[in-house]
């Protein structure tokens, strides 16, 4: 069984973007660099036409793992999202008991999870915490680093 992913309208347009650009320009270059080294002779000694076999095998997983990404993609409608509670692309600022420091997430789906960004996976350790969680709760969250405790302060959609 696959697994859900969830997207706002722009980050659903733009991974369907990258996919039809590999679909259509991925696809094309890898075609041309195996007939390429198809051209220079013995392919059973040849590495170009293996390192362009292998490219192109790769590409292909990449498609095929991005197409079932969108085959259970759910497009969420900040709009409609009840911001009384953590939900999926919820704004959550935490204050972290342990380090005594407030952080700021955006719980996301893992394929949009970048945490430079403040974009965390609802998958995460942190995020599954704080999901469902109201302003003034405390999530006790077990980490790599240990058990933390972060404390609800705000939400925003």
């Known amino acids: 069984m696959s697994q859900i ?3 706002t309208r ?16 991925g696809r094309k270059n890898a075609s041309l660099a195996i007939a ?3 051209e220079k002779g013995d392919l059973s000694e040849n590495a ?10 790769m590409l292909e997983l990449k498609i095929s793992q991005m197409e079932e990404v969108l085959a259970n993609a759910r497009v969420i409608d900040a709009s409609q999202l009840d911001s ?24 996301v ?6 945490l430079r960004l403040g974009k965390l996976s609802v998958t995460s350790p942190i995020g ?26 705000e939400i925003n959609l």
């Open 84 to 107: 009384s509670k953590v939900t999926v692309l919820a704004k959550v600022r935490v204050f972290n008991r342990k380090t005594q420091r407030e952080v700021t997430y955006q719980l």
């Open 109 to 114: 789906s893992e394929t949009e999870a970048d």
């Open 36 to 38: 390429e080294a198809r």
């Open 10 to 25: 722009e980050s659903y347009d733009k991974f369907k973007a990258e996919l039809d650009e590999l679909k259509n320009t």
């Open 48 to 57: 170009e036409y293996d390192a362009a076999k292998e490219a192109q095998g």
């Open 5 to 7: 992913s969830y997207f």
């Open 128 to 153: 599954k915490g704080l999901l469902g969680k109201a302003v003034g709760d405390v999530a006790q969250v077990t980490t790599p680093v240990g058990l933390q405790e972060l404390e609800v302060l």
